[in-house]
């Protein structure tokens, strides 16, 4: 029965729908509040904290169809994707989620119920593995189910490591754990392969389409695994695998929603080969690509920004190598949104920015070529009689410009010269060591505070409350009492104290008892619990204790103006730049308040005072804070905006400013918009592609500001001899003034230079026949060396020059030799004899090169050797 990729994912999450299962939509790729993770790289990522036990959900069964990125890792070398049947860097995982609801009996049954009487998968072709020493799994397969006992493979090693297995699944080193039953398709006997556990499962014929993980323990840090009082199920099937099946195909790129990007991408590179796997390469990477860019992740030099810059250019590389003479990959963007239309609204609304960001990084990309081509020029230039490119020269291309091996040794190859593999793959394997050292967080779960607690937030309404303490915690150990001086977090019952959430900053102030007084430094949530975070000022105070819970009144105040102030800023924005703009991160505090959005380019001056004039005009206007409780289907449906990636709970607080914003938000807010006061921007930049930044400040911070700028015209007027309205013409004088002596100051000194060239002249000796000249120059600048070794050369004609001169601690080299005695000399190799001597290193064409140098000390003898060095080549 042949269904296209969109039909199964329906399918599937309908069929939980009808088990009782709340469909739940796919997070964002970015792991929200989640340290541990680069990427969503599975389904249960957006409820590990449920499973933790520090987020309780009013469901205890839920179904997603989770995108997912993958790009490292042992299966998941970048290397591979293209070029196996199944490697991705972008996929979809179908999955169930049990919250300690149904366990093992039930979640088997759903699998199988699924494959075989939805997909009507015919069961001869399904075979299953489970935990060596888990009976209960088996024998419900076996006695429940009906497999035969020949096709359930029991998968690990009960020899000292009875949970270190492929069959046995944990969340990390320690906390949540448990075995896994999994099952396979069996693609038939044409194909080479064995099925799990035999020496030939690494195989194509037998491929994993469904795990399923039984979550029954937590590890502890010493390896003790207890029981957990709730066991949970967290299940996951490939999407592109399943779909593979139920299309008749063997690979993943052979299915619907790939063909359709293949050939777009051969399309769009001018190629009608489509059965190249470069256009595999492509096709992946376009999905993890621009997915990423629409949640927000953008090309940059470290962590995320980096592995979508690696792709990006992987991409672009395959493109090349297929005959691309322009910029192509973001021409794929539309066919994407197009096949991946029932699941990509972010993509679609996003789709303008996701292709002017693909673009740029292509654009710069072919250039950071062109810079790579010289590096290997350089290269080449230093290898003297080598016959061999370093590998860390080869790593440094690859690595930094994107330039791959393989193109470095075809560049090299016409000169007859090779690259050192084993170097480069020494290096490669030293990154991969780092990638994963970097991903591996060594986060120990159990030393998290978990509190089954929720507390009731009256803050909207009043600063003040009346509470009771309901825990004291020390780290992670709860307490009984403090006394003076002691550092704790506390939880109340109720509290009017804003805890840190959808960028606003958490609230400060005071908790007091009958006998003491706790300063509150800062308010976080942890589960649906509120904890303040703080210290005992004076007194003590006991658990249990009623207490009088006081914010700090006029900083929430002023975070409150700040955080109104953004839902207008951002209205704005999408009124002077266009509808592509979208929030990507925000800071409310009580200074000031900072803005990140989706734009193309840098702002004028001129649109700057338009957006500044928009929001001032909003504020004057008066508008009330309107809020609103509905539930979130009813809000999206009446336009107000919510930002992709944040978790939204089933009913949200819709706050509205006249009919100019609409937005959905938890946080705290002016009672009126002109109680905002004056909002003026104090800086705009670009903080990545694709993403600007505007800081600004409310009220009295923004009039407090323009009393400094001020203060700075009139200190900056008395300096220029001007007043306000002069000040500008009369810095223009200055700098016009200050730009003339700067090019008489430099004239002279090159004439300075030039004639210290001459009188060098008398210094030129003879080696072997040849004129050689070695000197070190007092009083000329390192940049002046280059204008003294042009006239040296101009009335030498035939000779090597040696030029040295020391400033500020520092040795400063030029080389040059003409180009009748290049053959026998190379002015890199000569400088770079005499600045190993003096602590440094350099380099050049062969008939120029500079260098430098940390000990001037040595530069004698350095210049001695040079002398003797060259008797040996002229």
């Given at each position: 029965?042949?269904?296209s990729?969109?039909?199964?994912?329906?399918?599937?999450?309908?069929?939980f729908?009808?088990?009782?299962?709340?469909?739940?939509?796919s997070?964002?790729?970015?792991?929200?509040?989640?340290?541990?993770?680069?990427?969503?790289?599975?389904g249960?990522?957006?409820?590990k904290?449920?499973?933790l036990?520090?987020?309780?959900?009013?469901?205890?069964?839920?179904?997603t169809?989770?995108?997912?990125?993958?790009?490292?890792?042992k299966?998941n070398d970048?290397?591979?994707?293209g070029?196996?049947a199944?490697?991705h860097?972008?996929?979809e995982?179908?999955?169930?989620?049990?919250?300690?609801?149904?366990?093992?009996?039930?979640?088997i049954k759903?699998?199988w119920?699924?494959?075989t009487?939805?997909?009507q998968?015919?069961?001869?072709?399904?075979?299953?593995t489970v935990y060596?020493?888990d009976?209960e799994?088996h024998d419900?397969?076996?006695?429940?189910v009906?497999?035969?006992t020949?096709?359930?493979?029991?998968?690990g090693?009960?020899?000292g490591?009875?949970?270190?297995?492929?069959?046995?699944?944990?969340?990390?080193?320690?906390?949540p754990?448990?075995?896994?039953t999994?099952?396979?398709y069996?693609?038939?006997?044409h194909?080479?392969?064995?099925?799990?556990?035999?020496?030939e499962?690494?195989?194509?014929?037998?491929?994993?389409?469904w795990?399923?993980?039984?979550?029954?323990?937590?590890r502890?840090?010493?390896?003790t695994?207890q029981?957990?009082p709730?066991?949970?199920?967290?299940t996951?099937?490939?999407?592109?695998?399943?779909s593979?099946?139920?299309?008749?195909?063997?690979?993943?790129y052979?299915?619907?929603?790939?063909?359709?990007?293949i050939?777009?991408a051969?399309?769009?590179?001018?190629?009608?080969?489509l059965?190249?796997?470069?256009?595999?390469?492509?096709?992946?990477?376009?999905?993890s690509?621009?997915?990423?860019?629409?949640d927000?992740?953008?090309?940059?030099?470290?962590g995320?920004?980096?592995?979508?810059?690696?792709?990006?250019?992987?991409?672009?590389?395959?493109?090349?190598?297929?005959?691309?003479?322009?910029?192509?990959f973001f021409?794929l963007v539309?066919?994407?949104a197009?096949?991946m239309?029932?699941?990509a609204?972010?993509?679609q609304?996003?789709?303008?920015?996701?292709?002017?960001?693909?673009?740029?990084?292509?654009?710069q990309?072919?250039r950071t070529?062109?810079r790579g081509?010289l590096?290997?020029?350089e290269?080449?230039a230093e290898?003297?009689?080598?016959?061999?490119?370093?590998?860390?020269?080869?790593?440094k291309?690859y690595?930094t410009?994107?330039?791959?091996?393989?193109?470095?040794?075809?560049?090299?190859?016409?000169?007859?010269?090779?690259i050192?593999?084993?170097?480069?793959?020494?290096?490669?394997?030293?990154?991969?060591?780092?990638?994963?050292?970097?991903s591996?967080?060594?986060?120990?779960?159990?030393?998290m505070?978990?509190l089954d607690v929720?507390t009731?937030?009256?803050g909207y309404?009043s600063?003040?409350?009346?509470?009771?303490?309901?825990?004291?915690?020390?780290?992670?150990?709860e307490?009984?009492?403090l006394?003076?001086?002691?550092?704790?977090?506390?939880?109340?019952?109720q509290?009017?104290?804003?805890?840190?959430?959808?960028?606003?900053?958490?609230?400060?102030?005071?908790?007091?008892?009958d006998?003491?007084?706790?300063?509150?430094?800062?308010?976080?949530?942890?589960?649906?619990?509120?904890i303040?975070?703080?210290y005992?000022?004076?007194?003590s105070?006991?658990?249990?204790?009623?207490?009088?819970?006081?914010?700090?009144a006029?900083r929430?105040?002023?975070i409150?103006?700040?955080?109104s102030?953004?839902?207008?800023?951002?209205?704005?924005?999408?009124?002077?730049l266009?509808?592509?703009v979208?929030q990507?991160?925000?800071?409310?505090?009580?200074e000031r308040?900072?803005?990140?959005?989706?734009?193309?380019?840098g702002l004028?001056?001129?649109?700057?005072?338009?957006?500044?004039?928009?929001?001032?005009a909003?504020?004057?206007?008066?508008?009330e804070?309107?809020?609103?409780?509905?539930?979130?289907?009813?809000?999206?449906?009446?336009?107000?905006m919510?930002?992709?990636?944040?978790k939204y709970?089933?009913?949200v607080?819709?706050?509205?400013?006249?009919?100019?914003s609409?937005?959905?938000?938890?946080?705290?807010h002016a009672?009126?918009t002109?109680?905002?006061?004056?909002?003026?921007?104090?800086s705009e930049?670009?903080?990545?592609a694709?993403?600007?930044r505007?800081?600004?400040?409310?009220?009295?911070?923004?009039?407090?500001?323009m009393?400094?700028?001020?203060?700075?015209?009139?200190?900056?007027?008395?300096?220029?001899?001007?007043?306000?309205?002069?000040l500008?013409e009369?810095?223009?004088?200055v700098?016009d003034k200050?730009?003339?002596?700067?090019?008489?100051?430099e004239?002279?000194?090159?004439?300075?230079a030039?004639?210290?060239g001459?009188?060098?002249?008398g210094?030129?000796?003879?080696?072997?026949?040849?004129?050689?000249?070695?000197?070190?120059?007092e009083g000329?600048?390192?940049k002046?060396?280059r204008t003294t070794m042009?006239?040296?050369?101009?009335?030498?004609?035939?000779a090597v020059?040696?030029?040295?001169?020391?400033?500020?601690?520092?040795?400063?080299?030029?080389?040059?030799?003409?180009?009748d005695l290049?053959?026998k000399?190379k002015?890199?190799?000569?400088?770079?004899?005499?600045?190993?001597q003096?602590?440094g290193?350099g380099?050049?064409?062969p008939?120029?090169?500079q260098?430098?140098g940390?000990e001037?000390?040595?530069?004698?003898?350095a210049?001695?050797a040079?002398q003797a060095?060259?008797?040996e080549?002229l």
């Amino acid at each position: 029965m042949y269904m296209s990729t969109s039909e199964i994912r329906s399918a599937f999450l309908e069929y939980f729908r009808t088990q009782g299962h709340q469909v739940v939509t796919s997070s964002s790729l970015v792991p929200h509040n989640d340290p541990t993770l680069l990427f969503t790289n599975a389904g249960m990522n957006q409820f590990k904290d449920v499973f933790l036990g520090g987020d309780k959900r009013a469901y205890s069964r839920a179904t997603t169809s989770q995108r997912c990125v993958r790009a490292g890792g042992k299966h998941n070398d970048l290397e591979n994707v293209g070029y196996t049947a199944r490697h991705h860097t972008f996929f979809e995982m179908l999955g169930n989620f049990s919250f300690g609801d149904y366990f093992k009996h039930d979640a088997i049954k759903f699998a199988w119920c699924f494959l075989t009487e939805v997909l009507q998968l015919p069961k001869e072709r399904l075979l299953v593995t489970v935990y060596a020493t888990d009976d209960e799994a088996h024998d419900i397969w076996a006695k429940e189910v009906g497999v035969p006992t020949d096709r359930i493979v029991r998968i690990g090693d009960n020899k000292g490591a009875p949970y270190a297995s492929d069959n046995f699944w944990a969340m990390g080193d320690t906390g949540p754990c448990g075995p896994c039953t999994e099952i396979f398709y069996d693609h038939g006997d044409h194909i080479w392969g064995g099925p799990p556990g035999s020496p030939e499962e690494d195989g194509d014929r037998f491929i994993e389409i469904w795990n399923v993980v039984f979550m029954q323990f937590n590890r502890q840090a010493d390896g003790t695994m207890q029981p957990l009082p709730r066991p949970s199920v967290d299940t996951g099937m490939g999407l592109e695998r399943i779909s593979a099946i139920m299309q008749g195909v063997h690979s993943n790129y052979e299915i619907d929603i790939f063909q359709a990007l293949i050939k777009k991408a051969a399309d769009v590179v001018g190629t009608t080969d489509l059965g190249n796997q470069s256009l595999r390469v492509i096709a992946d990477h376009i999905r993890s690509c621009a997915f990423l860019i629409a949640d927000g992740v953008l090309p940059s030099n470290e962590g995320r920004g980096y592995v979508l810059r690696r792709i990006i250019r992987r991409a672009v590389r395959h493109g090349r190598k297929l005959g691309a003479t322009d910029v192509f990959f973001f021409k794929l963007v539309g066919e994407l949104a197009t096949q991946m239309k029932d699941v990509a609204e972010e993509l679609q609304a996003q789709q303008e920015m996701v292709e002017r960001v693909l673009r740029v990084e292509e654009e710069q990309f072919v250039r950071t070529l062109d810079r790579g081509l010289l590096l290997l020029e350089e290269a080449l230039a230093e290898l003297g009689d080598a016959k061999e490119i370093p590998g860390d020269v080869v790593f440094k291309l690859y690595d930094t410009y994107g330039f791959p091996a393989d193109l470095t040794a075809d560049v090299v190859r016409e000169r007859n010269i090779g690259i050192d593999e084993a170097g480069f793959q020494a290096e490669m394997n030293k990154q991969r060591a780092r990638a994963k050292e970097a991903s591996s967080f060594g986060v120990n779960y159990n030393d998290m505070l978990k509190l089954d607690v929720e507390t009731s937030f009256t803050g909207y309404k009043s600063l003040v409350e009346q509470s009771r303490i309901v825990g004291i915690y020390q780290g992670t150990d709860e307490v009984a009492s403090l006394a003076t001086g002691d550092e704790a977090v506390l939880v109340l019952e109720q509290t009017p104290f804003y805890a840190e959430s959808g960028g606003q900053v958490g609230d400060t102030g005071v908790i007091r008892t009958d006998s003491g007084l706790f300063a509150v430094t800062d308010t976080r949530k942890a589960g649906k619990a509120v904890i303040h975070k703080g210290y005992m000022e004076q007194g003590s105070l006991q658990s249990g204790a009623a207490v009088t819970a006081e914010v700090d009144a006029a900083r929430r105040q002023s975070i409150a103006l700040n955080h109104s102030v953004t839902h207008l800023l951002h209205a704005a924005l999408r009124q002077a730049l266009g509808d592509h703009v979208a929030q990507k991160g925000s800071l409310v505090g009580a200074e000031r308040m900072r803005f990140d959005f989706s734009h193309f380019e840098g702002l004028t001056m001129a649109t700057l005072r338009r957006i500044e004039e928009l929001v001032n005009a909003q504020i004057r206007a008066n508008h009330e804070v309107a809020t609103r409780l509905m539930d979130l289907d009813s809000a999206k449906a009446s336009g107000a905006m919510a930002l992709f990636g944040e978790k939204y709970d089933d009913e949200v607080r819709v706050v509205t400013m006249g009919d100019y914003s609409t937005e959905l938000c938890g946080g705290t807010h002016a009672g009126r918009t002109g109680d905002i006061g004056v909002f003026k921007i104090v800086s705009e930049g670009g903080i990545a592609a694709g993403v600007r930044r505007i800081e600004a400040v409310t009220g009295k911070g923004a009039i407090d500001f323009m009393h400094q700028l001020d203060e700075q015209i009139e200190e900056t007027a008395a300096l220029v001899k001007g007043d306000h309205f002069s000040l500008a013409e009369k810095v223009r004088q200055v700098i016009d003034k200050s730009k003339s002596l700067e090019r008489e100051l430099e004239q002279l000194k090159a004439k300075l230079a030039a004639q210290a060239g001459t009188d060098l002249l008398g210094k030129v000796i003879d080696i072997n026949g040849q004129k050689a000249l070695i000197a070190t120059l007092e009083g000329v600048e390192a940049k002046s060396l280059r204008t003294t070794m042009d006239e040296l050369k101009n009335q030498l004609h035939s000779a090597v020059i040696l030029l040295a001169t020391v400033a500020d601690g520092k040795v400063n080299l030029i080389a040059g030799v003409t180009q009748d005695l290049t053959g026998k000399v190379k002015a890199g190799e000569l400088v770079n004899l005499v600045a190993q001597q003096v602590g440094g290193k350099g380099g050049g064409r062969p008939d120029m090169a500079q260098a430098g140098g940390t000990e001037p000390a040595a530069l004698p003898a350095a210049l001695t050797a040079a002398q003797a060095w060259l008797s040996e080549r002229l």
